[in-house]
């Protein structure tokens, strides 16, 4: 559905660059650490309780074979459990020896998850999702993880109306808010075919207004009632 322009890869390359330039200044102790938490939270780095998770970005469900194959290099080479130390994990979560690695975890909203990247080579894998324009922005926090749609939107049979350009509009307003005055995990109608898809485009074009709403009424003078 949306093709990246110059602009946009140019943007997620030096998303990238911005990072590895606030890891290494972490690293070296010039930058602290409550300074450094809500710039890898704004780039989907979160500190969990065995290690960093990692929640890439995938607008509206769309991937493509190259993206697909850059994110299975990140789980191959990077998603390690081995390089973390759980000896001293929260008593009762004895489920640490079975919790999967080298994998990735396809989310309700439609992102993608890897729970075992160590954070020093957090900069490797954004030049790596960079590469084919994906990212971690805007997947965690008080914002909008991610505009959902159909599974089958764009290629049902019987499909009333193509929810995907009300996605990649309200997608393009949400990239730009962190965090958003709308709560994280507002999400649009279960997939189906006819119903759902004819009424995620018009719950999603309603969104729209409201989201546009929600915007001007927290951009007001702050003598407005």
């Not at 390359?13 to 602290?32: F, I, N, P, S, V």
């Not at 008593?91 to 992102?111: I, K, M, W, Y």
């Not at 089958?152 to 019987?158: K, Q, S």
Request: glycine share 4%; with cysteine; hydrophobic share 40%.
């Amino acid at each position: 559905m949306y093709q990246y322009s110059d602009f946009d890869r140019q943007f997620v390359q030096l998303r990238a660059d911005q990072y590895r330039d606030q890891l290494t200044r972490w690293q070296a102790g010039t930058l602290k650490e409550d300074e450094f938490k809500p710039l890898r939270l704004q780039n989907g780095w979160y500190v969990q309780r065995f290690a960093p998770m990692l929640r890439v970005a995938v607008p509206y469900g769309e991937i493509n074979s190259a993206q697909l194959k850059v994110l299975a290099k990140i789980a191959r080479d990077f998603d390690h459990k081995e390089e973390h130390d759980v000896s001293k994990a929260n008593a009762g979560l004895s489920e640490v020896p079975t919790l999967p690695d080298r994998c990735g975890h396809f989310t309700t909203r439609q992102n993608v998850q890897y729970n075992w990247i160590p954070l020093a080579r957090s900069a490797d894998v954004m030049d790596l999702l960079a590469s084919v324009g994906m990212h971690g922005i805007q997947t965690s926090g008080n914002c909008i993880r991610n505009i959902t749609t159909d599974a089958l939107a764009g290629i049902a049979v019987d499909e009333v109306a193509d929810p995907r350009p009300f996605a990649e509009i309200m997608r393009q307003w949400a990239s730009s808010r962190w965090p958003s005055p709308v709560h994280a995990k507002t999400a649009p109608p279960p997939p189906g075919t006819m119903w759902a898809c004819a009424c995620c485009a018009t719950w999603t074009a309603s969104w729209a207004s409201r989201c546009a709403w929600v915007a001007a009424w927290a951009a007001r003078p702050s003598s407005a009632a």
